[in-house]
């Protein structure tokens, strides 16, 4: 499933082909219910094209590509749905999809190497290979402190889970962390790129700073089972996840407070000032 940032609607993944569902607001006794509608709109070029595992819009909504079970790769212009790229055989199956925020590239991630995908040419940019038993999961684009983009790719090895990042000009791995032990079910960054969610199969979702790639909130059992999507609210101040229990939440990201450094020089300084009345008392200064 993808929902069009714009607003154009959703589009849901069927067994055979994928089907737009528009915006349907209905207001009564002063409150206002949201719903879907089957869209009139036949999506060209995705009938008839089996289970597609994934689907995502371009940041500002242009553009959309959709990864199938059968590991083809498409990607159209949106609303007209004029291809692309069309790739078949991209992955033996595709798992994940992400455009970059300027709509130039797409990465895709399923059995085998991550890829990049040009979209101008239509060609396959750059390989992301894997190392020693590694087995990639979601792909997400973001940028660091400087503005630059990079990109973030979850891995799973014996140990656990890992979050890759990796320069997106040399498409050369940048680091590599261990971030948690249960294997991971959903992902998502946060707009301002500081943030970055992990959701897993045991319910937990995981909240890490994307500059150190350290813990900032962890919530455990936050769902009964595993969780199935996150998404961060435009300001980066609560996160939404849901899950295969039919439950949905949103957990407040809070400010790390810098009231450790204040405690850590108050402290300092009863000791100084300890360490001054005992000398002035030993040196007969003090009665």
């Known amino acids: 499933m993808a929902v069009h940032p714009g607003g154009d609607g959703v589009i849901c993944s069927l067994p055979q082909s994928c ?21 009139e709109k036949v999506l060209d070029g995705l009938e008839g094209v089996g ?21 083809t790769l498409r990607a159209f212009k949106w609303p007209s749905m004029t291809s692309v790229l069309d790739a078949p055989k991209a992955h033996t199956s595709v798992k994940n999809l992400d455009f970059s925020p300027d709509g130039k590239f797409l990465v895709s991630v399923g059995s085998g190497p991550g890829r990049v995908w040009d979209i101008s040419s239509s060609t396959a940019k750059a390989s992301l ?11 997400r684009f973001s940028q660091n402190s400087e503005n630059d983009q990079v990109l973030y790719v979850t891995a ?7 979050i890759v990042k990796w320069n997106t000009t040399t498409w050369k791995r940048i680091s590599s962390k261990y ?12 707009n301002d790129g500081k943030f970055l969610a992990i959701g ?5 979702v995981h909240i890490l700073n994307s500059s150190n790639m350290k813990v900032h ?12 999507a996150l998404a961060f609210s435009s300001d980066s101040r609560a996160l939404a996840s849901a899950s295969l229990d039919s439950s949905a939440r949103v957990t407040l990201i809070k400010e790390a407070t810098k009231s450790g450094g204040l405690n850590m020089w108050v402290i300092l300084l009863i000791l100084l000032l300890a360490a001054a009345l005992y000398y002035a008392k030993i040196e007969g200064f003090l009665l």
Not at 129 to 139: Q, S, Y
Not at 156 to 162: P, S
């Open 179 to 190: 971030v948690v032990r249960d294997p991971m079910s959903a992902f998502s960054v946060s």
């Open 51 to 71: 289970q597609q595992l994934a689907i995502t819009f371009s940041h500002d909504g242009s553009l959309l590509a959709v990864g199938g079970e059968d590991g």
């Open 200 to 204: 897993t199969i045991q319910g937990d």
């Open 156 to 162: 799973m090895r014996d140990r656990g889970g890992y």
């Open 19 to 39: 089907r737009l569902y528009e915006w349907d607001t209905n207001k009564k006794d002063g409150s206002i219910k949201l719903c879907l509608k089957p869209s």
């Open 129 to 139: 290979p894997k190392e020693n038993d590694e087995i990639f999961g979601f792909c």
């Open 217 to 228: 909130t962890v919530v455990k059992k936050a769902h009964l089972g595993l969780v199935t």
